[in-house]
């Protein structure tokens, strides 16, 4: 595994680590969870944006790396959106969305490893990962307004329902450019270049 790859890593390992904390009962109403959730998040992010400019400064981009980074950025981003859909937050049928285009695209790489072409991440892709990484930082935020009990009192009620109405639709946007995104792995794969 080269640099970039253990980055990578990092966001894999992190991503139960993350769902751990936020889910386990006994912790779902510790304040402490709060900054811990945000370091989690933050340097889950921040792993994604570094290994991507570590293989290009080293020159290691690898088949094999535009496959696990993807693969990574997947993983993350389902749990996160799994802990927001069962804490409330986000609406399931658009976290079926998210599931159902991610293992379209999973089929589609199969189909174009078949050919011999490792599809990497595309500009559209790239796009959709912003939106859902915004769509996931307001529904933490709504997350944290609860847990730190801003929640109990008339304006932390406000807070929190405009937080997670603007986590909604950054999360409904997020699932129209995933599905354009997918449109647009199937017409590479048609067309049969990348």
Known sequence: MNTADKLTTVRIILAPLFCVV?????WSEQVWT????????????????????????????????KLFDPFADTLTQITYFFCFILDGILPVPLFLLVV???????????????RGVTLGARMGGKIKTVTYIAAAALALLAASVRRLRFFDDAAGSRVFSLVS?????????????????????VKVYRKGKT
């Open 34 to 65: 709060v900054p811990v959730l945000w370091v989690i998040f933050i340097v889950s992010e921040l792993t994604d944006m570094l290994d991507g400019m570590v293989a290009r400064k080293q020159k290691i981009v690898s088949d094999f790396g």
């Open 165 to 185: 109405i603007a986590a909604t639709v950054v999360f409904a946007l997020s699932v129209l450019l995933a599905i354009l995104s997918f449109a647009d792995y």
């Open 22 to 26: 936020y889910l386990v009962p006994a």
């Open 100 to 114: 159902y285009r991610e293992f379209g695209i999973l089929f589609v790489r199969n189909l174009m490893l078949r």
